[in-house]
């Protein structure tokens, strides 16, 4: 049994998107298109509402999927699905945009403050212009386990001593754990080998790869990390109470073109979902 290594760490990019949100981006970036299947990471996390408060107006989407997780406020929307609401501190939402979604995405204001992330998770060629889905998962239905030594671990999805996360039905399959350490504790998951491992820590600072590692430098927060293949994920909490995300999924190798909100295998597809917008086609009514 490998332990996974530090491939490499990246600092998050200050940006704005949608109307104007403040954003941290890790993936999809000039630097760090995307990490197969992972096509975007974005942190959103502000006590200033005018840093969130324009929210993400009506959009498209297709060919992928994403994930929201807030960690605090609240994020109102609503999709040419038919589907509007709220998600709020510790909710997740997903959706397959597939064929096509229009949606908006809303922070409201309060009561602290805006904390969250999404990610986009490619879809196979084959399932691109699949139907689009749509749900939003409760705080109290994602799993916890809380072990002895005081590590606390959401399964988003994927599965952690037995228990099965709430999100199941992401093609690609992804584990997603939001992982909170005490102070010099440590934690295990294993990974299958060949999959992309990616931790996204946001609270104090872990040593990553196994013991034989943790005499190695600390990586503090925020930052991702990016890991090489092995078997094992073992992170290890630094002084402090550390929390991070943890991210993987078998890749897609698949080609792939990214314009905007749409993520196809071909430049022609690209062409032809903007064409299907400006003509009003892009939602099929088939749905
Ligand atoms: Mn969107």
């Known amino acids: 049994m ?54 993400f107006p009506m959009h498209p989407h297709r060919g992928i999927e994403t994930i929201t997780y807030v960690l605090d406020g609240r994020v109102e929307h609503r999709d040419s699905l038919g589907n509007s609401g709220v998600i709020g501190a510790g909710d997740v939402q997903w959706m397959t945009a597939g064929s096509g979604i229009m949606h908006e995405e809303m922070p409201k204001v309060g009561p602290r403050r805006l904390d969250g992330f999404q990610v986009w998770v490619n879809l196979p060629a084959k399932l691109k212009m699949t139907r689009p889905r749509y749900q939003d998962i409760p705080s109290a239905r994602i799993p916890e386990v809380v072990r002895a030594d005081g590590a606390r671990i959401r399964v988003i999805s994927g599965v952690v001593d037995g228990q099965v996360g709430a999100v199941r039905d992401i093609f690609a399959d992804p584990t997603y754990l939001d992982v909170a350490l005490p102070a010099g504790c440590s934690f295990e998951q294993p990974v299958p080998r060949g999959h992309t491992a990616l931790l996204y820590v946001f609270q104090g600072d872990v040593a990553i790869g196994g013991p034989e590692a943790a005499s190695g430098a600390f990586i503090a927060a925020t930052r991702l990390v990016i890991l090489k293949d092995g078997d094992v994920v073992h992170v290890e909490a630094g002084g402090a109470p550390a929390r991070f995300l943890l991210l993987s999924a078998q890749p897609l190798n698949e080609p792939a073109v990214r314009w905007g909100p749409f993520v196809m295998n071909t430049r022609e597809e690209v062409a032809l979902a903007l064409q299907e917008l400006r003509n009003g086609t892009f939602i099929k009514s088939s749905q």
């Open 2 to 55: 490998q332990n996974r290594e530090v491939q490499s760490v990246v600092t998050p990019s200050a940006t704005r998107d949608g109307a104007g949100v403040q954003l941290r981006r890790s993936i999809a970036t000039p630097t760090l298109d995307h990490l197969d299947p992972f096509f975007l990471f974005d942190h959103f996390g502000s006590e200033n509402p005018d840093d969130y408060i324009a929210g």
